[in-house]
């Protein structure tokens, strides 16, 4: 499964209409949405934020060994030869606060250039690096479920600071007060439009990272076709919702893994519960006591 993460529903709109993701009403704190295989998260903006959302979604949709992390974004940029619309990958993260360092493990070729970022609490230029308000944490909340090559950081330029020439009716002082203003209130009032444009360019690359992280993960799962089956017809007698469902077979593909009977535990959740359900929140009763179950079974 591909785990999709943007601060703001603006950069995950396109996305979100590409791949027809359906909105989970389950998820009470953050936008969720699912779709075959994916799950989008809209964090919301802040450090904190993004890390919390990752961490409530991966500990309700458990990723496997196989599933990947990927942020996908805005950023602001100090760099010389980076123009608005320009798309990176991030080959290390920076926490402005800690000071601490973090290297996405970039082991596939797709043909963006790379660059670092630092993540800020508030918005502002760093001096040769891209910059934004998530990415750290994201990081470092994924680690927990990801190794750092199953974490991808794809970011456009929205907006990059703007020198202002030195002048001989206003001292050096001025000037950087008047620069470091400017600078700062253009990061924090980017249009929508701006916004669209660059994940309009960003979707392009998006795209092909997408249909490589999937097909690799098909290809790597091997699964048994009747058993997925049989997910699949639990998930509709269960009435889960599309984010649900997924979860649903991330929790059998992990319960595969760890060599638990998935077959039996199918058999059993039908013997126990009148399935299908007539209510949701019968199913989503059923769902929950299934990961407590499993996740129990574990410690």
């Given amino acids: 499964m591909l785990y999709i993460f943007c601060a703001l529903f603006g950069e995950a709109k396109c996305l979100l209409e590409k791949y027809k993701l359906e909105r989970d009403m389950s998820f009470n704190h953050y936008q969720v949405f699912g779709g075959e295989d994916m799950v989008l998260t809209v964090t919301g903006t802040g450090v904190l934020s993004a890390a919390m959302a990752v961490t409530e979604v991966c500990t309700r949709i458990p990723p496997v060994s196989c599933d990947v992390l990927f942020n996908v974004g805005i950023c602001g940029a100090d760099m010389q030869d980076a123009s608005v619309g320009n798309v990176y990958l991030l080959n290390k993260i920076s926490d402005g606060i800690t000071g601490q360092d973090y290297y996405p493990d970039i082991l596939r070729d797709y043909n963006i250039p790379e660059a670092g970022l630092y993540t800020v609490i508030t918005p502002k230029y760093v001096e040769g690096a891209l910059t934004d308000m998530e990415a750290s944490g994201i990081y470092v909340a994924g680690e927990k479920f990801f190794t750092a090559d199953r974490m991808i ?136 006591g299934l990961y407590e179950a499993v996740f129990s079974h574990l410690r």
Avoid: H
């Fill in 153 to 288: 950081f794809l970011k456009s330029v929205s907006d990059k600071k703007i020198p202002v020439p030195e002048t001989e009716d206003i001292s050096q002082a001025v000037n950087e007060t008047i620069a470091q203003t400017v600078n700062e209130n253009i990061s924090q009032t980017v249009s929508m439009d701006t916004i669209n444009s660059c994940m309009s360019t960003l979707l392009r690359k998006t795209e092909c990272i997408i249909d490589d992280i999937l097909k690799r993960n098909q290809d790597t799962r091997n699964e048994d076709p009747e058993l997925t089956e049989r997910v699949e017809r639990l998930a509709e007698d269960m009435r889960l919702s599309v984010t649900m469902a997924s979860g649903l077979k991330q929790l059998f593909r992990f319960m595969a893994i760890e060599g638990m009977d998935a077959a039996g535990v199918i058999d059993r959740i039908y013997k126990e519960n009148e399935l299908p359900v007539t209510a949701k929140v019968k199913g989503k009763k059923i769902y929950d």
